[in-house]
Nanobody
C-alpha cells in the first residue's frame, strides 16, 4: 500500500502564510506527478497546483503568484507554500500522487487524508 500524510494546515490571518507538506511512503517504485487539491464546504474539489517528476508546474488561476508547489524526490515529499492567503482559500487541502508500486507493478493515483486550512481574522 501507499500512504500520503499531509501536515502544516491551521488557522492563519488574511495576508499570512502557511506551508503544507505531504510525504508519500510504502510500496513505492516511482512517483510521477504530485499535486494539491482543495475542497471548501459546499463546493467541489478543485486542483490547486500540480508538479511533474521533472519539475514542471501548473496552478489554478486563483492562486497564481501566491502559491508555490515544489517537491523533494529523494524524500517522496511535495510542498505547497501559500502566501498572501485570503479567506476564500479556506478549505481542506488534499495531496495526491501518481504512483507506480513495486508489487504488484501497477500505477494509480493515491490521496492523503486532508488538512484543514482556515484563513480568518
Amino acid at each position: 500500500q501507499v500512504q500520503l500524510v499531509e501536515s502544516g494546515g491551521g488557522l492563519v490571518q488574511p495576508g499570512g502564510s502557511l506551508r503544507l507538506s505531504c510525504a508519500a511512503s510504502g510500496n513505492i517504485f516511482s512517483i510521477f506527478a504530485m499535486g494539491w487539491y482543495r475542497q471548501a464546504p459546499g463546493k467541489q474539489r478543485e486542483l490547486v497546483a500540480r508538479i511533474t517528476s521533472g519539475g514542471t508546474t501548473n496552478y489554478a488561476d486563483s492562486v497564481k503568484g501566491r502559491f508555490t508547489i515544489s517537491r523533494d524526490n529523494a524524500k517522496n515529499t511535495v510542498y505547497l507554500q501559500m502566501n498572501s492567503l485570503k479567506p476564500e482559500d479556506t478549505a481542506v487541502y488534499y495531496c495526491n500522487a501518481d504512483v507506480r508500486t513495486v508489487v504488484p507493478a501497477t500505477r494509480d493515483w493515491y490521496w492523503g487524508q486532508g488538512t484543514q486550512v482556515t484563513v480568518s481574522s
